[in-house]
């Protein structure tokens, strides 16, 4: 009896350790992911994207409203870093041109494709 006793408390002390720990790892990311959007605004402004995108409606490129709309859904953030990296011609219509921003690096790029993803929390 005592035996089985200690196995239960075994396990439920397992359990309670597997679940308070999936519960830290959530709040975790949840800090990590808005650090991550503060930082992706932040490079978005700095670097001056804001002269072509507004928040809601078409300037030169696409709001950042419809670009996350697009692709809702759809894991593309190494995809759209690529873009804003390399530029892109013709996905917006005809003669739209996005400039290449070769100077800006890779983790800046999805930092920035992430935040826009995210629908631009301010
Ligand atoms: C000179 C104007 C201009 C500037 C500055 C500019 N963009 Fe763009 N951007 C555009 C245009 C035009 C398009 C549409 C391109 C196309 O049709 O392929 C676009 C498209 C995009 C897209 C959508 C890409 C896709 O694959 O659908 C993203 C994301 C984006 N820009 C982010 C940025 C970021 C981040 C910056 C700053 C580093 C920036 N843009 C600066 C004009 C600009």
Redesign the pocket.
């Known amino acids: 009896m005592k035996k089985i006793t200690i196995i239960v408390s075994l396990m439920a002390a397992a359990l309670f350790t597997t679940l308070s720990h999936g519960q830290v790892s959530d709040k975790k990311s949840a800090t990590k992911s808005a650090a991550n959007n503060a930082l992706g605004k932040e490079a978005?402004s700095s670097?001056?994207?804001a002269?072509?995108?507004d928040a809601t409606s078409r300037v030169?490129?696409?709001s950042l409203q419809e670009?996350a709309q697009?692709y809702k859904g759809k894991k593309v953030v190494a995809?759209?870093a690529a873009?804003?990296r390399n530029g892109?011609?013709?996905?917006?219509?005809e003669l739209?041109?996005?400039?290449a921003?070769e100077g800006?690096d890779e983790k800046t790029?999805r930092l920035?494709?992430a935040w826009?993803l995210a629908g631009s929390p301010q």
Not at 88 to 93: F, T
Not at 96 to 99: G, L, N, R
Request: aromatic share 10%; with cysteine; net charge neutral.
């Open positions: 978005f670097i001056g994207c002269s072509c995108h030169v490129g696409p670009i697009r995809e759209i873009r804003i892109s011609d013709d996905r917006w219509g739209s041109h996005h400039p921003y800006v790029a920035m494709a826009i």
